[in-house]
């Protein structure tokens, strides 16, 4: 089974400029999130998609960040324009819907995410 | 607001000993926990879970263990071997979150280096 494809894998710009990443995700998944993990920082959800609808983009700077998956397959993250603290790897997962986790007892389970190996930009 | 915290940025263990990695919680809300392990230039990989119902999960070498009162959670890896090397990240979710059960709080990850 392929993973979760992601390119570039590299990426270095100066601020001000825009750039945009990309992400196939592992097929029949549903879910697709993008993360952004700054140098020494956990992963942090910049936007989750459920098929091509949005879930949650809480934490996603709209004035400059965007992102769509119109096909609800692949799904691209543009920032534009640039700034220095967007240095950081942006990271893509997938995960597939499995249905119903709670029980009486409590919560069981989750949908295992799958991460690609992510994009590391350099804003100068 | 950090949520999900890992206070031991690294973490020096000699093969074949225990490894004890440590995450602490704020939000009570969190009831699924989990373990992802990274090496660098890949992605995060999902290692071990634990729902709040229990307070044990075993698979393998891995052991998770949850204490709710304190709110804080531990891996444990033994024995340690050098492939373990890498990066392990503590997360959390809450059913009751906006993006659902899927939403993840990651703490900032602990190094982890096992050597011989």
């Known amino acids: 089974e392929a993973g979760v494809a992601q390119s570039p894998r590299y990426k270095i710009i100066e601020k001000r400029q825009s750039v945009a990443f990309w992400c196939n995700p592992i097929?029949?998944?549903?879910?697709l999130y993008w993360y952004q993990q700054i140098l020494g920082q956990g992963p942090k959800l910049l936007i989750q998609f459920q098929n091509n609808g949005v879930v949650d983009d809480s934490q996603l700077p709209k004035d400059r960040f965007s992102a769509e998956r119109l096909k609800g397959v692949d799904s691209t993250l543009k920032i534009q324009p640039a700034k220095l603290e967007d240095s950081a790897v942006y990271l893509c997962?997938?995960?597939?819907?499995?249905?119903?986790?709670?029980?009486?007892?409590?919560?069981?389970?989750?949908?295992?995410?799958?991460f690609g190996p992510g994009t590391r930009l350099t804003v100068l | 607001d950090q949520q999900v915290k890992q206070n031991s940025p690294s973490l020096s263990v000699q093969e074949g000993r225990i490894s004890i990695l440590n995450c602490d919680y704020t939000?009570?809300?969190?009831?699924?926990f989990l373990w992802y392990k990274k090496y660098p230039a890949e992605g995060p990989t999902f290692l071990i879970s634990?729902?709040?119902?229990?307070d044990k999960n075993e698979d393998g070498r891995f052991t998770v263990f949850l204490n709710k009162s304190a709110k804080h959670l531990s891996l444990h890896i033994v024995p340690s071997q050098p492939g373990d090397s890498a990066v392990y990240f503590c997360a959390a979710s809450s059913s009751f979150s906006i993006g659902g059960y899927n939403k993840l709080i990651f703490g900032a990850g602990t190094r982890l280096a096992v050597h011989p």
């Open positions: 097929s029949g998944h549903a879910t």
């Open positions: 939000n009570s809300m969190f009831d699924y």
């Open positions: 634990i729902s709040s119902i229990k």
């Open positions: 997962a997938s995960s597939i819907i499995r249905g119903a986790y709670r029980g009486s007892s409590g919560r069981h389970g989750t949908d295992t995410q799958y």
